[in-house]
């Protein structure tokens, strides 16, 4: 099964969140596949294939994860990634008042590999992602979105608290990835 471990949003981010896509929609023609408003999450690690008979090690290593106090995160400016000329991924930055999300990103990551993960090398960049630029965007499709998401206004002040982490179950269709929060049994 494919697994990533996330936080999940109040609804007052998904409303703010659904206003930046529309805005950005509403300002040109954009070669993007959208993410669906209720399969967006803060991704704290990405854990990819993995055997179904490791789902409970993993819920239990994630029960263990201290998160008190809780982490009080907010939005922050749209961005892309890897850059505005060339945006393959756009989304929503999430910062942290007080250095929570980077200790529970932490926290999270020396559970897993305490479970024998091997974990992405990259730095942590708290974002929920808004969607994916097509494979046939063209340089100047790709450096109008740039430019549309340079434009936007930044998104309303919301904070929220984090709640703990979340195991997910991905899994892909042809109308786009279908997420499950697991539970323990």
Do not use: C
């Not at 992602?129 to 549309?148: F, S």
């Not at 340079?150 to 002040?157: N, T």
């Amino acid at each position: 099964m494919r697994l990533f471990i996330a936080l999940d949003l109040p609804p007052t981010v998904g409303v703010e969140i659904d206003a930046i896509r529309q805005r950005l929609q509403r300002s040109g023609t954009h070669p993007v596949k959208w993410v669906r408003s209720e399969s967006i999450h803060l991704t704290l690690h990405f854990l990819g294939e993995v055997a179904d008979d490791r789902a409970p090690a993993i819920l239990a290593a994630l029960a263990a994860v201290p998160v008190d106090p809780p982490v009080s995160l907010r939005l922050e400016p749209a961005g892309v990634f890897p850059n505005l000329r060339r945006p393959q991924v756009v989304w929503v930055g999430v910062g942290d008042h007080f250095g929570g999300l980077e200790r529970l990103h932490a926290a999270v990551g020396a559970a897993l590999v305490a479970l024998g993960f091997t974990l992405d090398t990259r730095p942590f960049r708290a974002h929920l992602t808004l969607g994916r630029v097509r494979r046939d965007a063209t340089p100047v499709q790709q450096a109008d979105l740039g430019a549309a998401v340079r434009r936007l206004p930044p998104p309303r002040p919301i904070t929220w608290s984090g709640g703990p982490p979340i195991l997910f179950q991905s899994t892909l269709t042809p109308a786009g990835a279908v997420y499950r929060a697991l539970r323990p049994e």
